[in-house]
């Protein structure tokens, strides 16, 4: 019982390695669904990309027949991922302990804002909010942005989907070994402020602080990417092996020794801006094409600039068949992006497209004993896909 991004993209990242995935709908579907560009009415581009190799069973869960499939359904289940809040689903009669006693084998995780405890407890929360809460705009105006703004890419819900992908995997190893289920709260603000704090600790890592948080080479104005004579480059001058490759190729050899500045990492750390800046006064001297190509034979590590177009023309995305063609049965052919990891002996496969909202409703009800007239009755009920 999950929609938009955070839940469905943990549970996709289960049912490309084959797990059964339900997707439990309300009767006005995942919110996904409408994002355009689309082809049909619920079908929507950011649904398309989150929602393959599973089953979508559309339930009012406020009728009382419709809650008790769900019940029943939960009985045949392994995990219970869910986005709604704890009240509501208490309220349901979904809470992780009264399913519990439906299926004790049954493990739950629940995706909210922010965890128990807390006087954010049982806010609403989205993606904006949480970077807003983990300092992210303010840390782009720290690096020189006139205004605090926020990153366009949904970063926060992606990460999260990937805790509680871990957590499932996780939760269901114990089971295996112990024989115990168990809940599973994962929270997007503690997730997310790890994931912002494990870079920015800086002189809050001791107690007392020795200084102010943040990592000083990544916050500089000056980290970004390179002009060239024709363009941009994204080079990192990192270790001193890649200084002293630089050095070379800027005629100062002995650049680490001449300048403390530049002697080691710490030195380069605490002055970031002067070696980023040293970078950026030399750039404009070469193409683009010549600073590949003179970095790729120092051994310094560099790439172009890309724009969301030019991405797609990537030669290593393309060589190791990164974008996917497949065909849906309403919608056409479908360009979708695989998995990264690559596998010697399970590797992910596409085994259903995504379904309509629905589309799987009278199917899945059968399948734990439902009769085909009752099936169909209730997958009428709920604004099932026509079968």
């Given at each position: 019982m999950t929609q938009t991004v955070m839940g469905p993209s943990a549970t996709q990242m289960l049912g490309d390695h084959g797990a059964d995935i339900i997707k439990i709908e309300s009767p006005a579907g995942d919110t996904t669904r409408q994002v355009p560009p689309k082809k049909s009415a619920d079908m929507g581009c950011a649904y398309l990309q989150l929602n393959r190799n599973k089953r979508s069973v559309v339930l009012d869960l406020k009728r009382p027949e419709h809650l008790q499939a769900m019940q029943e359904l939960l009985k045949t289940a392994d995990i219970f991922i869910y986005t709604f809040r704890p009240e509501a689903m208490?309220?349901?009669?979904?809470?992780?302990?009264?399913?519990?006693?439906?299926n004790p084998d049954l493990i739950t995780v629940s995706l909210v804002g922010f965890g128990q405890g807390g006087p954010y407890t049982g806010r609403p929360v989205y993606e904006d909010l949480i970077q807003g809460l983990t300092a992210v705009p303010s840390?782009?105006?720290?690096?020189?942005?006139?205004?605090?703004?926020?990153?366009?890419?949904?970063?926060?819900?992606?990460?999260?989907?990937?805790?509680?992908?871990?957590?499932?995997?996780?939760?269901?190893?114990?089971?295996?070994?112990?024989?115990?289920?168990?809940?599973?709260?994962?929270?997007?603000?503690?997730?997310?402020?790890?994931?912002?704090?494990?870079?920015?600790?800086?002189?809050?890592?001791?107690?007392?602080?020795?200084?102010?948080?943040?990592?000083?080479?990544?916050?500089?104005?000056?980290?970004?990417?390179?002009?060239?004579?024709?363009?941009?480059?994204?080079?990192?001058?990192?270790?001193?092996?890649?200084?002293?490759?630089?050095?070379?190729?800027?005629?100062?050899?002995?650049?680490?020794?001449?300048?403390?500045?530049?002697?080691?990492?710490?030195?380069?750390?605490?002055?970031?801006?002067?070696?980023?800046?040293?970078?950026?006064?030399?750039?404009?001297?070469?193409?683009?094409?010549?600073?590949?190509?003179?970095?790729?034979?120092?051994?310094?590590?560099?790439?172009?600039?890309?724009?969301?177009?030019s991405i797609f023309d990537d030669p290593h995305l393309n060589a190791t068949g990164f974008f996917e063609r497949t065909e849906h049965p309403t919608e056409g052919t479908l360009l979708t992006v695989r998995g990264p990891a690559n596998w010697s002996k399970t590797p992910p496969q596409l085994r259903r497209a995504a379904p309509h909202r629905g589309e799987h409703t009278a199917e899945v009800l059968q399948e734990i004993g439902y009769s085909e007239a009752d099936a169909q009755k209730m997958a009428a009920a709920g604004g099932s896909w026509p079968t």
């Open positions: 208490s309220r349901l009669g979904l809470s992780p302990e009264q399913v519990g006693a439906l840390l782009l105006m720290q690096t020189g942005s006139p205004e605090p703004h926020y990153v366009p890419v949904a970063f926060n819900d992606r990460a999260v989907g990937l805790f509680a992908a871990c957590a499932m995997l996780t939760a269901l190893f114990h089971r295996a070994q112990t024989g115990e289920a168990q809940h599973i709260e994962v929270p997007m603000f503690e997730s997310m402020a790890q994931f912002v704090l494990g870079d920015h600790m800086g002189g809050r890592a001791f107690d007392p602080p020795t200084g102010p948080p943040g990592y000083p080479r990544t916050l500089t104005p000056e980290r970004r990417p390179y002009k060239t004579s024709d363009g941009y480059i994204c080079a990192i001058i990192y270790t001193d092996a890649h200084w002293r490759s630089f050095g070379k190729i800027i005629g100062r050899p002995d650049l680490l020794e001449e300048d403390e500045r530049f002697r080691d990492l710490g030195t380069r750390t605490v002055h970031a801006n002067a070696t980023y800046a040293l970078v950026r006064s030399i750039m404009p001297s070469r193409t683009t094409q010549e600073w590949l190509q003179i970095f790729a034979d120092a051994d310094v590590p560099a790439t172009p600039l890309h724009t969301l177009e």
